[in-house]
């Protein structure tokens, strides 16, 4: 039968950072003219396996083939010379050039002396843009496309720069339903000309839609490669989680009087009034698409941003406070960007965990004691068993997961009333994650109410008592988290319109 | 191109407003007097806006006008040595430094505002000591050179081109082609909107960067040497002072970001214009008091910022809307 090698094998990778497992003896191979899916949970290696893929990392043993040469990349350049090109989710366009710029980059035709030539650059683009099939001005800038034209100049830039190979990163992740629609179809006509694409995702449907194969990663090991007929949504999440999931147990909750009122609030990004109220005990998730105006709720109501309307935690009045005002009213924000807005990284451990508690151990002028805040980052290392447990290092040292930790104990530890919490388990390994779940729903037993945002459909089900679902900033409904279902949600989130 | 436009609208606007209130600002020897100033100012825009673009800054500027200033008088009149050679000694020496600061920062990876702020001090101490402070100048002698900053072509009686402006058409032209029409121009501006992805494109990051740098110092020496030949004399714990400054200036406000990725010779060109028609506003109007001039700047500056950063949210809420 076909005797040709495959297009790329990868051959028992292995790949640890700092002693963590990433990756462990994973094996497979893609042809020409096929969409492979890797799928797993969070933290279970899917984007290491691609940066081993396509020369970002080098795996500390095991090898990747291209065509049956044995390939020792150094950096994602070289792969690009074997036609192998990652399109990572943070897409690296330049924003302040133009579509034919950046589709052009490092490539540029030239005339004599370095001259650039200008026909023959259009031309170029002209070829470029219609391999994704985008109707599009050349010299419009990057920075004005939305997020899905954003990706298939990524992809043009690629597939023209001779990629026989792609590898895409959540390339869906922030696409709208209808942007999706398009990439996919997209992905299948470039299939047919006879490329291979690699496609990370976490979105089950698109892998029964369009993934001619299925690889399953779960702690950085192959457990399971599906084909043709086996993709389906049930075997997938078996594979992915290595039991069935056991349907969550409803527990017996008892909700108190609401804690959280917020109603007729409306800001910038929220043109109709949002009205909600969390119970003591209740967990509530706030789920939508990209851009429907979640994380700004949770800002809005922490009195992050301009508002009108009544916000209230424990019949204390908010509607005309700030930040300080509803720090000290028991309100807490976990935001979702652990780096830029969670921590400040340089600094310690301890400084981080003390940080917004500081001011109960500040004297009459605002002065500190050298100690200030030790005793508090002890306890927080400790209760979360955060590893290393040291409060000397600067948190940057912190795995991302441990980070959280630290994130979501120096808010819990002011003891809040109402905590709002922003994508509590973005980018954290499994462990991390239902450690911190764990201490979510510990919090709402002890009484408090929980408001968090998620765009991990999984999350908002498992984690939330009720759903609020948002659509470009209007609330489009509520729903009972034990009596809804993941295609419920997204019919809601994406404007109401029914979803195969 | 609607920062260039907003801003040559406050050119326009403040020159108006000038003319009506004082009558000398028309007068022919002003003009020339602003264009000469305008040009030598606009070459250091133009200098510092190359390493701008690349999200960079170059904060030595002043000072090494300072030492190219200062050391041509002397080692002309003071020391013998021919023209010709100082001169290409001098330039040759700004290329070098720029090509150390670009070494700096790219192989050693240092912040370009630190190993410019060295420089800041280096080059004018540098100066300071080799001269001991002692002013020099070109005295009687020289005239011929002398013309290259302060010569003019007669247009009318009363009125000339002023030689730098000539020198400034040259530069910015080349300049202009540089950045839109070459791989280089390019890739320069590539870097400063997003290093990663140029760096992954197969650019050369560090040497296109080392170029910035390098033809940043070269035209900074270059209007060194026509502000002295101008001035006639320089005194080394002055001469150049806070000229880093007003090249900032110039380039932020003819719409450079600094954040890089962002910027045209003819907005610099308008902004340096700007500056010197700033400074001479607050010479030629009564009610200013000459002294407080860096506080009238430093306000036109803060204005344009916010304005800019105002416009930008508009359009950015129109386009979510």
């Known amino acids: ?294 994380s700004e709720l949770l800002e809005a109501i922490f009195g992050l941003r301009p508002r009108s309307g009544h916000v209230s935690v424990d019949q204390c009045d908010l509607s005309r406070a700030g930040v300080k005002e509803s720090v000290r009213a028991g309100l807490a924000l976990i935001p979702e960007e652990r780096s830029s807005q969670g921590l400040a990284l340089q600094r310690s451990v301890s400084e981080n965990a003390s940080l917004p508690g500081l001011f109960r151990e500040a004297g009459r002028f605002g002065t500190l004691d050298r100690h200030a805040g030790a005793a508090v980052a002890q306890k927080i290392v400790k209760e979360l068993d955060v590893r290393p447990p040291r409060t000397d290092i600067p948190a940057s040292d912190l795995s991302g997961g441990n980070q959280q930790k630290i994130v979501i104990g120096k808010w819990l530890d002011l003891n809040p009333a109402v905590v709002l919490l922003d994508e509590p388990t973005r980018g954290v390994d499994v462990g991390a994650r239902e450690e911190i779940h764990k201490r979510i729903r510990d919090l709402s037993f002890s009484g408090k109410s929980v408001l968090f945002a998620s765009s991990e459909m999984e999350e908002v089900l498992s984690l939330s008592h009720r759903i609020i679902v948002l659509s470009e900033g209007k609330m489009m409904g509520t729903l009972v988290s034990a009596e809804t279902t993941e295609e419920e949600i997204m019919a809601l989130a994406t404007g109401g319109e029914i979803h195969e | 191109m609607n920062k260039i436009k907003g801003i040559f609208a406050v050119l326009l606007a403040v020159m108006i407003i000038t003319a009506f209130i004082s009558p000398a600002f028309l007068t022919s020897y002003n003009i020339e007097n602003l264009l000469r100033r305008s040009a030598l100012f606009g070459i250091l825009g133009i200098g510092v806006s190359f390493v701008i673009m690349t999200g960079g800054i170059d904060l030595s500027l002043g000072s090494l006008v300072c030492l190219v200033g200062c050391l041509t008088p002397w080692l002309i009149i003071d020391v013998g040595i021919p023209a010709p050679w100082v001169l290409s000694g001098l330039l040759l020496l700004s290329l070098g430094l720029g090509l150390l600061h670009g070494v700096l920062v790219t192989k050693l990876r240092l912040q370009p505002f630190l190993v410019t702020l060295c420089g800041l001090f280096i080059y004018r101490g540098v100066t300071r000591g080799i001269l001991s402070d002692q002013t020099v100048g070109f005295g009687t002698s020289g005239t011929v050179l002398k013309s290259l900053g302060n010569g003019r072509i007669p247009v009318t009686d009363t009125f000339g081109l002023p030689i730098p402006l000539i020198i400034l058409v040259l530069v910015a032209l080349g300049a202009g082609f540089l950045l839109r029409r070459t791989l280089w121009g390019r890739h320069l501006i590539a870097i400063g909107s997003n290093e990663t992805a140029a760096r992954h494109c197969g650019i050369e990051v560090d040497r296109v960067k080392m170029g910035a740098y390098a033809i940043c110092a070269l035209l900074t020496g270059i209007a060194g040497l026509l502000i002295v030949l101008d001035t006639g004399t320089a005194q080394p714990s002055n001469f150049g002072n806070f000229y880093e400054l007003y090249a900032i200036a110039a380039a932020v406000l003819g719409g450079c970001s600094l954040r890089g990725g962002e910027g045209t010779v003819i907005g610099v060109l308008i902004g340096a214009t700007l500056v010197q028609v700033l400074r001479n506003a607050i010479v030629l109007i009564d009610g200013i008091p000459e002294a407080s001039e860096f506080a009238v700047i430093g306000a036109v500056i803060m204005i344009a910022v916010i304005t800019d950063e105002v416009m930008r949210r508009r359009s950015g809420k129109n386009k979510l809307a």
Request: net charge negative.
């Open chain 1, 1 to 294: 039968m076909n005797l040709r090698p495959p297009l790329l094998e990868v051959s028992s990778i292995t790949k640890t950072f700092g002693g963590v497992t990433a990756l462990s003896e994973v094996s497979f191979a893609i042809e020409p003219g096929e969409i492979v899916a890797i799928i797993g949970e969070n933290g279970a290696g899917k984007s290491t396996l691609a940066k081993v893929m396509s020369g970002v990392h080098s795996p500390d043993s095991g090898f990747v083939t291209v065509a049956g040469s044995r390939c020792e990349f150094r950096n994602s350049a070289e792969a690009a010379e074997y036609g192998i090109s990652r399109i990572p989710q943070e897409l690296e366009l330049c924003d302040s050039m133009t579509v034919e710029e950046n589709l052009l980059l490092g490539r540029e035709p030239l005339k004599s002396m370095g001259r650039l030539d200008f026909p023959e650059c259009l031309k170029m683009t002209r070829s470029a843009l219609e391999m994704v099939d985008l109707k599009i001005d050349p010299h419009q800038l990057v920075g004005d496309l939305g997020h899905g034209q954003r990706q298939l100049i990524a992809i043009a830039r690629a597939l023209h720069t001779s990629a026989r190979m792609l590898i895409l990163d959540e390339p869906t992740a922030t696409l709208s339903p209808l942007e999706t629609q398009v990439l996919l179809h997209r992905l299948i006509e470039m299939k047919k000309s006879g490329s291979a694409i690699v496609m990370i995702t976490h979105r089950l449907a698109e892998v029964e839609e369009i993934a001619d194969r299925v690889i399953v990663l779960r702690d950085g090991e192959n457990v399971g490669s599906l084909e043709g007929k086996e993709i389906q949504r049930d075997a997938m999440i078996r594979c992915m989680v290595g039991r069935d999931l056991s349907p969550i147990e409803p527990e017996v909750s008892e909700f108190g009087d609401p804690r959280l009122i917020v109603r007729e609030l409306m800001t910038q990004d929220h043109p109709e009034a949002v009205s909600l109220q969390v119970r003591s005990g209740e967990r509530v998730a706030i789920a939508g698409l990209v851009g429907s105006g979640r």
